[in-house]
């Protein structure tokens, strides 16, 4: 049975708006230390293409990431799982390259040290993964990997038996489901499990999905998300995005620009009923197994989406594809949970699943998020600032609690006559550069720039 629309078409939420009203929430809770008792297993799965602010347990307006209403997923939708977890709201990837991202959150390392600072290259020989670390202490350390139409970083594979490289998110999850199904459990090692899913991407062309609860009811999210009464040429196919992003193009109507971001949003919500139904296929071969398991979502980059008349090609270091969730679930927690506003980037995931795992990880200075000890404390010298780059475009942003300042190379040699700088707050300023009435901010944020830069080419932490 096809399940009809359940909801009328809606109207798309402004992300930093979705950003303020989340931030919000984190204030209402208080920014609670997250801590977590040890976890047996964990499972680890990153998304490409998985933007936040369109995730609806970060309170986006469309049912992405839960089961639409009508429809059960059992308690193993995305959003399910965030309500009992730990969601970091202001997570960043490094990169707006996957293959740079993903070499950083399976290492902990920041690109400079893995050595993979675009689409291609291999991690350096002197970075252990993540998985390489669990499998020396005694873990089973298995992969399935959609790789899609890219070419995924040399070195991902490494301490991973299994690593299976598939075509497609739907053989990636079924590879993992059979694998966990036909694994004998009693008297085995602890597991450390690792999908990467491409995630919603050109063309958004989402497919009828069932859910756990609701195995008859086919959610047709094409129907349910975009306007019925919509005749332009908006259809989510490459064609479409190549005539909007050519030179001069003509300017995208606020219809197409609506239909475009609800094929992306029913791809996501796709992908979250299908990730659902694995969870279910887990639970249902090994429940004690299940209940032991910390769950960890991560995205690796986000996409770039029609507004404004445009459908922007040149904001490579912008919050569509830098900002990503970053939720962690476990059954077995002890303490708080919720929303958590801190800033974070992907090379503190490696170092929060190994602290979880009680795993000691001695090369790794950059702390955990939590382990069995708790948060580390706030304001440690030993994290990473907010720094990400594009060494093609030549270009660096910082991002404060304030400020996001985006620089080009100039930053390297003391200038600053190629700097922006951006309230990170202000939702009718976001893209209004106020770099020449905060010149003092851009000198201080550049500094750090370039003390970071430096202490990485001396030795200093990863």
């Known amino acids: 049975m096809r399940l009809q629309p359940l909801l009328p078409p809606m109207t798309l939420s402004l992300p930093h708006v979705i950003l303020a009203a989340a931030l919000g929430v984190c204030g209402a809770c208080g920014f609670r230390s997250a801590k977590a008792e040890p976890a047996r297993h964990v499972l680890l799965i990153t998304v490409d293409g998985m933007r936040a602010d369109h995730c609806s347990f970060l309170l986006y307006d469309r049912p992405t990431t839960s089961a639409p209403a009508g429809v059960n997923s059992l308690g193993l939708a995305l959003d399910d799982l965030a309500l009992r977890g730990t969601v970091y709201v202001q997570a960043f990837c490094p990169s707006p390259y996957v293959e740079s991202s993903l070499a950083t959150l399976m290492t902990g390392a920041v690109p400079m040290r893995t050595r993979v600072l675009d689409t291609g290259g291999e991690i350096s020989p002197d970075v252990t993964t993540m998985a390489q670390e669990l499998v020396a202490v005694g873990f089973e350390a298995a992969g399935f990997i959609a790789r899609g139409g890219k070419h995924l970083t040399s070195g991902l594979e490494r301490g991973l038996a299994p690593c299976e490289v598939l075509d ?5 999850l079924a590879a993992a489901a059979d694998w966990l199904e036909g694994r004998t459990w009693e008297g085995a090692p602890r597991v ?16 009828p999905c069932a859910w756990p609860g609701s195995p008859d009811q086919l959610v047709d999210y094409t129907t349910l998300f975009t306007d019925p009464e919509y005749r332009g040429p908006a259809d989510g196919s490459f064609e479409f995005k190549e005539a909007s992003t050519a030179p001069d193009p003509p300017s995208l109507t606020l219809s197409s620009q609506y239909q475009t971001v609800a094929l992306y949003d ?4 796709t992908l979250s009923g299908r990730v659902a139904n694995f969870f279910e296929r887990f639970r249902r071969a090994v429940p004690g197994e299940w209940n032991q398991t910390g769950i960890v979502l991560a995205g690796v980059s986000g996409t770039s989406l029609p507004e404004s008349g445009r459908w922007p090609t040149d904001r490579w270091l912008d919050d569509d594809r830098l900002r990503v969730p970053l ?16 800033l974070v980037g992907l090379s503190r995931v490696a170092p929060t699943i190994l602290a979880w795992l009680d795993v000691p990880h001695e090369g790794q200075r950059e702390p955990g998020l939590f382990g069995p000890q708790g948060a580390p404390p706030a304001g440690s010298d030993e994290v990473h600032p907010m720094i990400a780059f594009d060494l093609a475009q030549g270009l660096y942003t910082l991002r404060g609690t304030d400020f996001r300042l985006l620089a080009d190379e100039g930053v ?7 700097m922006a700088l951006f309230l990170v707050e202000d939702l009718e300023q976001l893209h209004v550069n106020v770099a020449l009435q905060r010149v003092s901010v851009v000198d201080d944020m550049r500094q750090e720039i370039v003390r970071w830069l430096k202490s990485l080419s001396a030795g200093g932490k990863d």
């Open 412 to 418: 390297l040699r003391g200038q600053r006559s190629h």
């Open 192 to 207: 450390f499990l690792w999908l990467h899913l491409e995630g919603p991407q050109i063309p958004f062309q989402p497919a």
């Open 327 to 342: 939720l962690f679930y476990g059954p077995a927690r002890s303490a708080s949970t919720g929303l958590q506003g801190e």
């Open 266 to 269: 029913g791809g996501l919500a």
């Open 168 to 172: 497609t998110d739907e053989e990636v």
